[in-house]
């Protein structure tokens, strides 16, 4: 298996935060593993630019030195999260949410989804949070089967609205750390 070097971002790293997303959306359009992201609404420049300022994104390098993963475990939920049945009750200070987890095309198949997951899984916990949540597609079932074997636990699913997408019906995770 390939190795993946995951590290938090600092502000200098935005502009290659925006080129990955940018990239990613791109790459991915028209596939079968089309994310449906749209350029400067989901993930929105700003959003990213918060996220990276703040150390809250993470970026997987491959051993090419390229970024090929990156993901946002910040605390901000998406409208609706307050309505889930979660299974671990914690202050939302020591609740991290996990956005926009993503692998450019070229590096499918090597685990650095996986790898970029755990990285980001002991920080936060080293960080001091008690949980992570997320949530994902209904129909996206390789996320689903990534998320179970990190040990994810789906909590059933609920409408939630983002911006972009308006109120959508998604599958809920979590993560007791």
Do not use: C
């Not at 935005?14 to 028209?30: K, N, S």
């Not at 996990?98 to 002991?122: C, D, K, S, W």
């Not at 699913?157 to 911006?163: A, H, L, R, S, V």
Request: hydrophobic share 45%.
């Amino acid at each position: 298996m390939a190795t993946l070097t995951v590290r938090k971002t600092t502000a200098q790293d935005y502009p290659a935060v925006l080129d990955f997303y940018t990239r990613m959306i791109d790459e991915m359009a028209g596939t079968d593993f089309d994310v449906l992201w749209k350029h400067d609404e989901h993930p929105s420049h700003a959003f990213l630019k918060e996220s990276t300022e703040a150390g809250y994104t993470y970026l997987g390098f491959a051993e090419d030195g390229h970024i090929a993963s990156a993901l946002v475990v910040d605390r901000a939920p998406a409208e609706g999260y307050e309505k889930v049945d979660w299974q671990v009750d914690a202050p939302m200070e020591e609740v991290g949410i996990v956005h926009v987890v993503a692998t450019l095309p070229a590096y499918h198949g090597n685990g650095f989804a996986r790898q970029l997951m755990e990285a980001a899984i002991a920080a936060s916990r080293a960080d001091g949070l008690k949980v992570l949540r997320l949530d994902t597609f209904v129909d996206n079932v390789r996320s689903h089967g990534l998320y179970e074997k990190l040990g994810f636990t789906m909590v059933g699913t609920y409408p939630i609205f983002y911006d972009d997408l308006g109120t959508v019906q998604l599958d809920m995770f979590e993560l007791a750390l």
